[in-house]
């Protein structure tokens, strides 16, 4: 059996008159607890068509915070966190920086006209939010996104032309860390008025780390040595979403929830365990929910827990986003006793997910096939054989004069 050329999925989109091309070999750049994978690809240009212009590329995390719709009298609800410029043509000599495996292979496969550019996401920046938008929302929504632009002009501060320009999104994102924390566990004693017997509530989950789908099992124990009796237990996930702009204000939404008509009679005890499986699915009718952020009007899932790494600026933070489970005692005639237990809602780190620095790398003949891997290929192959995969153009709503253009 000969030997098989190794196969590289890469993504690219070009302009509307194809004089510019961008090539990316992932869209979901990941940040680790020392460094982000470092935003590389390769620009294709026409240099007939340039005449004397100049190629740049951006690379820009903003925070929307209101409707397209409503940008009225100049007054824009969007805030750029992170701008980033680089002139990939004519080419400007940087020291220090190298080429990845990707680039040398596409710059050998697209020839004399194809140059490289790099961008470093700082790692203070927050990883891509979106607020889901209400049924008669329309537009962009809310949210913390990245966009990588290459267009070509004069100076990099001039307009932009939709016909000599791409626009391209890409994601932060962050998966579960490999060492979780310690079980979380709760307990509390609450006395009730002339009565000096107490009402024990313990609960406790079965782990820190919990992967989205995954149940969340919630152990509840009461002891109540009290006189009141408790009428019902209710248990529920909470989302919590700080919004960090000028000023900071904090949002709550329960996305699972579970009552039970268990009764606690005095001088009695329960033992119980509760199941809850946090989900968008059955949260798709909830404005203001934050998810993860999406590409290509892909499906998503509720946005996974953030990490913050030491001291970060507020207003570079964007959205935090966390979850505690809620357990409640409705007490008859006696108020509500109530705790709280965090914990952490994220995705595995995927089995092939390799370091993201550039660095020679053995031939490996069992690697699997995936969208964001491109170290395993053999760099002294001579048999560079590529998929290359469209970025879908957006979709949202435009004016007809662009989507003529773009026809």
């Known amino acids: 059996m000969g030997d098989k050329a190794a196969v590289t999925r890469v993504f690219k989109k070009s302009s509307p008159n194809c004089k510019l091309t961008v090539y990316l070999g992932k869209r979901d750049y990941v940040d680790h607890s020392d460094h982000v994978d ?23 995390c903003s925070f929307h915070y209101g409707r397209e719709d409503l940008d009225v009298l100049g007054l824009s609800f969007r805030k750029d966190l992170y701008i980033s410029t680089f002139q990939a043509y004519p080419p400007v000599q940087e020291e220090g920086t190298s080429l990845s495996l990707l680039q040398e292979r596409l710059l050998r496969k697209l020839g004399q006209h194809a140059y490289p550019f790099n961008f470093n996401i700082p790692q ?50 962050q998966y579960a860390p490999e060492i979780p924390g310690p079980q979380p566990m709760v307990e509390t004693s609450r006395c009730f008025l002339m009565s000096d017997r107490t009402l024990h509530l313990e609960a406790s989950l079965d782990k820190e780390l919990y992967y989205h789908g995954e149940p969340i099992n919630v152990n509840v124990q009461v002891t109540n040595n009290s006189t009141k009796t408790v009428k019902r237990v209710k248990t529920s996930v909470r989302q919590y979403a700080d919004i960090c702009l000028f ?16 009764q606690v009679c005095p001088s009695s005890t329960l033992c119980q365990v509760y199941t809850l499986t946090p989900i968008l699915g059955a949260n798709r009718e909830k404005r203001g929910l934050a998810l993860d952020g999406q590409l290509k009007h892909e499906d998503t899932n509720l946005a996974s827990t953030t990490i913050i790494k030491g001291e970060s600026n507020k207003e570079m933070v964007g959205i935090l986003v966390s ?9 008859s005639r006696g108020g509500d006793v109530a705790v709280e237990l965090p914990f952490v809602l994220m995705h595995p780190k995927p089995r092939d997910q390799t370091s993201s620095q550039p660095q020679p790398v053995a031939p490996r003949a069992d690697a699997p096939e995936d969208t964001n891997l491109i170290e395993w290929d053999n760099p002294s192959s001579p048999l560079d054989d590529f998929v290359f995969e469209d970025f879908a153009r957006l979709r949202l709503m435009r004016t007809k004069a662009v989507d003529d253009l773009l026809c």
Not at 126 to 149: I, N, R
Not at 151 to 159: I, L, P, R, V, Y
């Open 323 to 331: 979850y505690r489970v809620k357990v409640k005692l409705v007490v």
């Open 247 to 262: 000023s900071s204000a904090q949002y709550k939404c329960p996305v699972a929830q579970v009552e039970a008509d268990d």
């Open 38 to 60: 470092p935003v590389d690809g390769v620009l294709l240009v026409d240099p007939e068509y340039l005449s004397g212009r100049k190629v740049f590329v951006t690379l820009t």
């Open 124 to 173: 203070t920046l927050p990883c891509s939010v979106t607020l889901q938008p209400g049924p008669e929302d329309s537009g962009k929504a809310c949210g913390v996104d990245y966009e990588l632009q290459a267009f070509c002009a004069k100076t990099a501060g001039e307009k932009l032309h939709q016909r000599n320009s791409v626009h391209l999104g890409i994601r932060k994102v």
